[in-house]
């Protein structure tokens, strides 16, 4: 995902999307850690499904918003 579609999402909600990301992240290595032994990797896959499903939507939204705004000046 490119930094400038990143950028139209509201820096309030960019911050809380860098919380949940942060959260995701931090379970997926708590799983990671007490999976090490048989070396599965699925935590990891979900993760970043999880986190670029976030993104898109959240990039979606800010983009209908934004052409909401434009329509109605």
Not at 4 to 15: E, M, S
Not at 33 to 55: F, K, Q
């Amino acid at each position: 995902m490119f930094t400038n579609a990143v950028q139209c999402i509201p820096p309030r909600r960019r911050d809380q999307l860098y919380c949940e990301i942060q959260k995701i992240v931090e379970e997926v290595a708590a799983v990671d850690r007490s999976l090490e032994g048989i070396g599965e990797g699925i935590a990891v896959d979900e993760a970043l499904e999880s986190i670029t499903e976030l993104l898109t939507t959240e990039v979606s939204r800010a983009r209908r918003r934004s052409r909401k705004t434009l329509a109605s000046v």
